[in-house]
């Protein structure tokens, strides 16, 4: 009967290990954007990416967390003076890090305008 016992609390223990393992494995994300412009297309998108840095900084304060792993996410842009961003506008190419997306086009007011996507995880 003891060992019948000691076999079980030890099922048990093991049930409850991989649970909680399983349940600190899952990974929670954040996918943010932030849009900036600027005089040249250079200027625009360290904007842009200086504002996402901001973003998941706040993402960071938010969950309390300090240690995320970030990656791009291709972001749709977000035009300041008009309604869509048509093909003939956007200045191409596109820049991709390993952190981030940043796509840009030229704006109503501003020469360039950019928005730059990440997914954060924690």
């Not at 960071?60 to 842009?77: D, F, G, L, N, Y």
């Not at 035009?79 to 869509?84: A, K, S």
């Amino acid at each position: 009967m003891r060992s019948y016992l000691r076999a079980l609390a030890l099922a048990m223990a093991t049930i409850g290990f991989v649970m909680t393992q399983g349940a600190a494995a899952q990974a929670r994300c954040a996918t943010v954007f932030a849009t900036d412009d600027g005089p040249y297309k250079s200027f625009a998108v360290q904007a842009a990416l200086t504002a996402l840095q901001n973003e998941i900084e706040a993402v960071k304060a938010k969950w309390h967390v300090r240690e995320v792993t970030i990656s791009p996410v291709q972001p749709k842009p977000n035009p300041y003076w008009r309604g869509e961003v048509t093909p003939n506008l956007y200045q191409k190419p596109d820049i991709i890090t390993s952190t981030a997306h940043t796509m840009c086009w030229r704006g109503v007011v501003s020469p360039s305008v950019c928005t730059s996507g990440a997914k954060v995880c924690w």
